[in-house]
């Protein structure tokens, strides 16, 4: 019994062992590739798979439903500068205004004028101010090439939850927009942080989910649903923002005064989203069922 006892401790011991090592990641990835004159950063690489795997799901779409190469380059460039200034407005506006709103030139500008001037880059990006400049520059987009605004959503929100996959997976390489401890012998230890307790890999867990509605919306767009305008919009808008929701909560708030509100910004400004791609859905279902 006693020579069982100890095989059957040993086990228990060896297995213990084996869930923490499998378990628990360091993370402690290179920032980038350093070239002397430059480096690459991993981050920049995401940013730049996101453009490039949007580009080629939308040439696919832009070829089954007739739109000209003109207005596809046209799309991706007022994507991205939507993107781009609705993310950097986001995160001022809705993060850190108690800041800028005495420095307003900063929003726009990648410098700090005081106490000293130096070049701060846009450190920082918020996806729901991103999801606002995409909409406001698809408005300006349809009035450009002629086609109504739920039409261009309908296919560009596709390439959208793909791009935003490969960001997230950015922030990961970045070890930022972490997760919160999982108290346990699981998650991701994120060495850049000077941390040695694991963290949820929150980051990883959304771009799964982004890649899951790529799919979904992918398969969507295959079967017809396009033809009822707003109806694939609408799906990515619910989807999209309740996974948002979701993964807020392993997720540590962005600014501190989040930290006494009973869901964060991030959940709040996600909701308007979920409601707007209801009323979408409904809007849908009932031109359709007028024709």
């Known amino acids: 019994m006693h020579f069982l006892s100890t095989i059957f401790i040993t086990f228990v011991s060896v297995k213990k062992i084996y869930y923490m090592i499998t378990l628990t990641i360091v993370w402690d990835p290179p920032l980038g590739?350093?070239?002397?004159?430059?480096?690459?950063?991993?981050?920049?690489?995401?940013?730049?798979?996101?453009?490039?795997?949007?580009?080629?799901?939308?040439?696919?779409?832009?070829?089954?439903?007739?739109?000209?190469?003109?207005?596809?380059?046209?799309?991706?460039?007022?994507?991205?500068?939507?993107?781009?200034?609705?993310?950097?407005?986001?995160?001022?506006?809705?993060?850190?205004?108690?800041?800028?709103?005495?420095?307003?030139?900063?929003?726009?500008?990648?410098?700090?004028?005081?106490?000293?001037?130096?070049?701060?880059?846009?450190?920082?990006?918020?996806?729901?101010?991103?999801?606002?400049?995409?909409?406001?520059?698809?408005?300006?987009?349809?009035?450009?090439?002629?086609?109504?605004f739920l039409w261009i959503m309908d296919r560009m929100v596709i390439g959208v939850a793909l791009g935003g996959a490969f960001i997230r997976i950015g922030n990961f390489f970045n070890s930022e927009i972490v997760g919160k401890p999982t108290e346990g012998s699981f998650g991701v230890i994120f060495k850049a942080l000077g941390e040695t307790f694991p963290r949820h890999p929150a980051q990883i867990y959304e771009a799964l989910g982004y890649f899951i509605l790529f799919f979904i919306l992918w398969q969507l767009y295959k079967k017809g649903w396009a033809k009822n305008q707003g109806l694939i919009f609408g799906t990515f808008l619910i989807a999209l923002f309740t996974i948002r929701i979701l993964i807020e909560f392993v997720k540590e708030n962005q600014e501190a005064f989040e930290n006494d509100m009973v869901i964060n910004m991030g959940q709040i400004l996600s909701i308007p989203f979920i409601l707007a791609g209801i009323a979408l859905i409904i809007f849908s279902k009932l031109r359709k069922s007028t024709k």
């Open 33 to 148: 590739f350093d070239f002397g004159f430059y480096t690459l950063r991993l981050y920049s690489i995401m940013w730049f798979c996101a453009f490039f795997f949007g580009l080629m799901v939308m040439k696919k779409i832009a070829k089954k439903d007739g739109m000209s190469e003109d207005d596809l380059i046209s799309l991706l460039f007022y994507v991205f500068i939507g993107t781009l200034i609705g993310a950097r407005l986001g995160h001022c506006i809705f993060y850190e205004w108690s800041y800028f709103k005495d420095h307003l030139l900063e929003m726009i500008l990648p410098f700090q004028f005081s106490p000293t001037f130096r070049f701060t880059g846009y450190s920082g990006l918020a996806s729901h101010g991103a999801a606002i400049g995409i909409v406001i520059s698809m408005i300006l987009l349809s009035k450009k090439i002629k086609k109504p």
